[in-house]
């Protein structure tokens, strides 16, 4: 139900883990109307609606009430700002009682509210007894979704003097936090976007009996339902486990919240504290002027009957999707302090790690690093340094594109056998993710440089399947064996096969954690799963040793992923064999014998390391 407050969280056990898993319960309330009507006229059937919904979200989020603490190999690796392949241990420093992280919820319940709106009109218009023509129209409006009480962070205002500013020398503090129906703020996370219209057209033209060919353009705009943060309503208390910049650490599991101010957990606000909230915490952000993502499909076919009952199909289709939300962290050091190095050519670790007198010393109480007399340089170097972290979510920047090329062979029913065949060629790229922070563009998130690589999993350079069933020819009413008498027809007729078999391609595989020394592709005629690439690419050939990997404190100039180096294809063979034996007149008994890949085929989806 719609109840204000932290009523309905449960408490539960605390976790120590070192994979991360949680959820959330929900109840949703939804109400909908949607008329249609057609209307025939002439050659044309034409089809015009309207839809509206309105769902209520309530989330009944306890999180990690009794709280979450993980355990990494930083504090008992070689070098605690920088990971390598043979030091460091999770379980040691579990047992040093030394943790990664650890935090602490405590959540309201909250209830947001979304509507959404749409019209539509289509048009069937038989031109002539060979050609139709499809063409359509349709608005939809996803109101901006709002939380019933307003507890809902609604953004930052990244133009305006933070609270501290004028306390605060040699330090230019901006950012002020913006809560949903306070201070004459809107109560929904975001502005309204009316403007989304979609035609669609296609058309169909068949030549002879034998003979269609289709093809088809739309525009589609594609739903959120995105909520605003209720960070200060709920509250996730984290701890300070280092205030050196990751080189020691601070606390315990006797507390680990120790430095924090009482050493306790932070009592949750609201929005009591207005463009002062938060500071010294992390806080969240949302891309106010946000367009919904929109996805231009095209498509073309030919549909071609052939003898014995078999139907062949060919056809392209594409997909332009645009807008696409993407999150950002903006509290990171800019590209111009990067890579200061040491007179031995090393990066320079200790001016970033350094402690400088802090000018906002005493300001920040709830974090102890930015609230004590000195703080690491680095601290200061971002560009919102009074909060612990920054994030805008839901910016629209993120693009993909998809071509495929399908072929498919369908077989009906006949002399017992059915089967459906398809071939398909895809190539699916994005451009949803950054190789650096440093590479988003917060004046205008359209110039920030976007990653173009492979949609990963969903990027299968080609694939064939075959479905099918045979009913063998043997037994009564069938090919062979029509006047078999009944023991031995209840023994060998009626049998049939059926399988499922599947080929395809493998999808890319991440790209190391460091840059290839000498240029060319990694990718090799003949892998095993002891050498999947080449890693001699990555073998200084002045040392004859591996590289290391990146170093800290400079910008990645290498991908996320090969564009060429894929796991091992995707092999399947699925098969039974069934009969029915008749009991009685209303009853029957099947006997199955099924093989799960039936070959035996291993398939390895990704590679260790």
Partial sequence: GDRKGRKGSKAKKPQVSFPWRSGSKFQICLARIQPNAGLVVSRHYMKFGFEGRQYK??????????????????????????????????????????????????????????????????????????????????????????????????????????????????????????????????????????????????????????????????LYFLGQNENGSTLGFSRTTSAVVSTDGGLTPAVTLTNPFANLPGGRLLDPIGSSQGAASFLGEGVPGQYFDRPLPFSHQYSFDIQRELPRNVLLELGYAGNASRKLPLGVSLNVIPASELGRRTPAGSIDTTYYTERVPNPMAGLIPSNPTLNAATIPRQNLLVPFPQYSSVSLSNVPIGKMRYHGFQAKVTKRLSHGLSFLASYGIMKNLEKVSLLNGQDFVLASPEQSKLEKRSAGTVEIPQKFTIVGIYELPFGRGRRFGGNWPRSLDYLLGGWQVNWDITYQSGWVVDYPNARQVRAGSAKLSDPHPGRWFDTSLWDDPATGRRVSPQEPYTLRDFPTRFSDVRVPGYQNWDASVSKYFRIQEQMRLQFRFEMINAFNHPWFSNIAS
Avoid: C
């Fill in 57 to 218: 979200d309530n989330a009944a989020n306890p999180g990690m009430a009794s709280g979450r603490y993980s355990f990494g190999k930083n504090w008992t690796q070689a070098n605690a700002l920088r990971a390598d392949a043979v030091s460091g241990n999770e379980i040691a420093t579990f047992l040093l009682g030394y943790p990664t992280s650890a935090w602490v919820d405590r959540n309201i319940d909250p209830t947001f509210l979304h509507r959404y709106y749409a019209l539509f009109f289509n048009d069937d218009w038989k031109v002539t007894s060979r050609l139709t023509l499809n063409v359509g129209l349709r608005w939809d409006y996803e109101a901006p979704n709002y939380e019933r009480y307003n507890r809902m962070v609604r953004g930052i205002d990244w133009n305006a003097a933070s609270p501290i500013a004028d306390k605060v020398r040699g330090l230019t503090l901006k950012g002020a936090v913006l809560f949903a129906g306070v201070g004459g703020q809107p109560r929904h996370v975001f502005d309204p976007d009316k403007n989304n219209f979609q035609p669609r057209i296609g058309a169909a033209y068949r030549f002879g009996d034998r003979l269609v060919v289709r093809g088809g353009y739309g």
